[in-house]
């Protein structure tokens, strides 16, 4: 075999190695989650939170609901969400609380519980209502609850996000939304 032709067999050889795997990698993508396929060898990174980065890491969270109060002590995390006018939807609330849970757990290694308040605030009388609590705590609920928090399209929860998340809705809360959802 000429020279010449060993290097072009070679060439031809590679570039089609190539061209296959890079369709069996779209093959793969396509069929195991699009953009969301992560290699086995990726992992989360995670972060310790720690009372030096409380304000950088809460403020990574860019929630339509502010953040009234915080705390960290202890591998609790207390946070109050505040609701300022009534234009605030239940879904919003959801999404929050879900951004919250999902930093607190998937994203942050040493926090085993969040203590979260959803409080109104009266403008006018400078007072805060309780409208929601939850107490969230690792390992007492699928990871998959996080996600069915974040797509909750009803006032009122279903009975496995009140038992996992321990949620409780105060009479002010089902006045203003369990009651107006209904009609």
Do not use: C
């Not at 998959?144 to 105060?170: G, N, P």
């Amino acid at each position: 075999m000429k020279p010449g032709m060993i290097v072009t067999a070679s060439m031809l050889t590679t570039i089609a190695a190539v061209i296959l795997l890079v369709s069996l990698q779209s093959l793969h993508t396509r069929t195991w989650g699009g953009e969301k396929a992560e290699p086995v060898t990726a992992s989360h990174q995670t972060v310790e939170l720690t009372n030096d980065n409380l304000v950088d890491v809460l403020s990574a969270l860019h929630m339509s609901t502010p953040i009234a109060r915080v705390e960290w002590k202890q591998s609790i995390l207390t946070i109050d969400l505040k609701v300022k006018d009534t234009d605030t939807t239940y879904t919003e609330i959801y999404e929050n609380m879900a951004a919250v849970a999902d930093l607190s757990f998937r994203r942050l290694e040493n926090v085993e519980q969040v203590l979260l308040r959803v409080m109104a605030e009266d403008e006018w009388m400078h007072r805060r209502h309780l409208l929601l609590a939850a107490d969230i705590r690792r390992g007492e609920w699928p990871m998959y609850a996080i996600d069915m928090l974040r797509t909750w399209k009803s006032a009122v929860f279903s009975e496995e996000l009140k038992d996992w998340f321990h949620l409780m809705q105060t009479e002010l809360w089902k006045k203003q939304f369990e009651m107006t959802s209904q009609g």
